[in-house]
């Protein structure tokens, strides 16, 4: 055992916040219909682009490369794009216009009806994603947002709120890693079903 360190009390908080997001069943139908919402948009040739800021960024990266590359098993790749991999992009956008409009912007050339934007921010105030879940709404898009526990003000734009049950940003961000990987796996599956 590490000396003076207690590493139980983080473990131990993430745990009960999975297993009280495994509990809550008005929790688990709002993944269930982020599944559906991605498969029907696949399914009918469009595409699922992501946002956040930070390690919320790494997250969005992180479930676009599931989606896009494969998740379980060797399958053909799906559309899905993080919108802050262009760096000459992000830095352009936020030195002459506004860091705010960093996403919406890229929606505005990359967003179709239909999409869908997944939005992850774990207050639900960050003014960029609030702009991005606006212009989703404006193409016609539909929206998922990754929040913590208040949604912010992402609760009333987006169409499925995933607000985790906590204010602890890392912990918030552990079950949104989590829930990503449910909804990655479950595309998957019904998209591309093991024979």
């Given at each position: 055992?590490?000396?003076?360190?207690?590493?139980?009390?983080?473990?131990?908080?993430?745990?009960?916040?999975?297993?009280?997001?495994?509990?809550?069943?008005?929790?688990?139908?709002?993944?269930?219909?982020?599944?559906?919402?991605?498969?029907?948009?696949?399914?009918?040739?469009?595409?699922?682009?992501?946002?956040?800021?930070?390690?919320?960024?790494?997250?969005?990266?992180?479930?676009?490369?599931?989606?896009?590359?494969?998740?379980?098993?060797?399958?053909?790749?799906?559309?899905?794009?993080?919108?802050?991999?262009?760096?000459?992009?992000?830095?352009?956008?936020?030195?002459?216009?506004?860091?705010?409009?960093?996403?919406?912007?890229?929606?505005?050339?990359?967003?179709?009806?239909?999409?869908?934007?997944?939005?992850?921010?774990?207050?639900?105030?960050?003014?960029?994603?609030?702009?991005?879940?606006?212009k989703?709404?404006?193409?016609?898009?539909?929206?998922?947002?990754?929040?913590?526990?208040?949604?912010?003000?992402a609760?009333d734009?987006?169409?499925?709120?995933?607000?985790?049950?906590?204010?602890?940003?890392?912990?918030?961000?552990?079950?949104?890693?989590?829930?990503?990987?449910?909804?990655?796996?479950?595309?998957?599956?019904?998209?591309?079903?093991?024979?």
């Amino acid at each position: 055992m590490p000396k003076n360190r207690d590493f139980n009390t983080h473990i131990s908080e993430s745990i009960e916040l999975k297993k009280r997001i495994m509990a809550d069943e008005a929790f688990l139908s709002k993944i269930d219909a982020f599944v559906d919402m991605a498969v029907t948009a696949y399914q009918n040739g469009k595409k699922i682009l992501f946002c956040g800021n930070g390690g919320s960024a790494a997250d969005a990266q992180h479930l676009a490369a599931e989606l896009s590359g494969r998740y379980m098993y060797d399958r053909p790749p799906l559309y899905a794009e993080a919108l802050h991999v262009n760096s000459s992009y992000i830095t352009a956008v936020a030195n002459d216009y506004s860091f705010d409009m960093v996403y919406s912007r890229m929606l505005q050339a990359a967003g179709n009806e239909g999409d869908i934007l997944v939005a992850f921010s774990t207050s639900g105030k960050s003014a960029n994603i609030i702009n991005a879940l606006k212009k989703a709404h404006e193409l016609g898009m539909k929206t998922i947002a990754f929040t913590g526990r208040s949604g912010g003000l992402a609760k009333d734009i987006a169409d499925v709120l995933l607000n985790v049950p906590s204010d602890k940003t890392p912990i918030i961000q552990e079950s949104h890693i989590m829930i990503g990987h449910i909804v990655c796996e479950w595309i998957e599956k019904e998209i591309f079903p093991k024979k």
